[in-house]
């Protein structure tokens, strides 16, 4: 097998189309960012924005933990395709909304109901891979979805910027509400998208539970999502503490602080390849193990790499991070049933996001406290948490490897 295995998945004509619908989002995923930046420093000033951006980003992972779990519910009982179009059709028209804002709490008030209808959509999109190309052929998929979005990132930014600057700020969110339309399009192209046909007897509130329950009572599953706590806390350093490193510790701009997030990007991108490209030979337990400890690895000399260093490590942070979350996605898809699976991802969604909650105060306050021994006093704590996880599962991991 090769890297282009991973491209096998387009082969299945649904899932063609259910990619290119996740990708045209998240190039209005990019877009949305850049230009609530920008409508934050016109509204709010330079100064203020950083402190609007930080409320939004808040309200964004509110609405993740909060709302998920019942996404997932959502999408085991009713049409996914229904769940994925009406939350598109539903964010173009708050994005077109965010062309009249005049507020900040208007930013608020759309920022967040745009983020509720993201926490519907991601899980319900997460589980209708394996629906879509059956659990078996659920890692070469899951690996070109995380590629595509992992190159968004960092090409998304640069086109946001190239429209921003051509159409005008506000006209950007409309471009942005645009690319929305044409993804509900092409999902309502999609044939009906049930996980079962059986009626449901249980509440809202016993699918929430049994989600979460199946994350934390399976080995291999419970093992991934306490190593995403591992990824969360460095991932959290690199995204709140690197601009300091590379403007204030190194004393260089915007530009190069680019060239190190690019890098970073790109290690995640590359990564995505390596994961589609091994197929079944490596357990996806080991990918996550050993992602965990490249990325806790790599920034612990982050308060002292001069910026050729930086790029390099902060390019292996990226595929450390990247063979954590991957693998957990398709694992996921391996070690649940169909019928199971929406309520899965819902829970698992919101618990991710839960372990970023807490990692984002843990490196501000390192960032803050410990400006230069930041990187190395967070390393080291990602370290710890790593050996600790491994050490309490490591039995049950050699019983169940060839399953995973």
Known sequence: MNALTLFSALRNRRYARLYTAQTVSQIGDA???VGLALLAAQLAGPAQAPAVLAAALTLRVTAFVLLSPLAGVLADRVNRRTV?????????????????????WQIYVLMFLLNALTAFFTPTNQATIPLVVGREDARPAFALSSATTELLGILGPGLAGLLAAALGTRTLFMVDAASFLLSGLLILSLPAL????TPVERSTFQDVRDGTARLWRDA???FALLMELVAAVAGALILTVTVSRVEGGLNLGGAQYGWVMAAYGLGAALASLAVGSAGKRIPLTRFIALGALVTSVAILPGDVLPLGGLMVFWLLAGVGQNWVNLPTETLLAERTEDAAQGRVYGAHFAWSHLWWAFAYPVAGLLGTQ??????LVGGGLATALLLGIWWTHRARLEGTAAAT
């Open 194 to 197: 049930r996980a079962s046909e």
């Open 31 to 33: 877009l949305t960012w």
């Open 370 to 375: 410990l400006p230069t021994h930041a990187f």
């Open 84 to 104: 994925l179009a009406t939350c598109d059709f539903g964010r173009m028209l708050i994005l077109g909304a965010m062309f009249f804002v005049t507020e900040i």
């Open 220 to 222: 291999p599953i419970r």
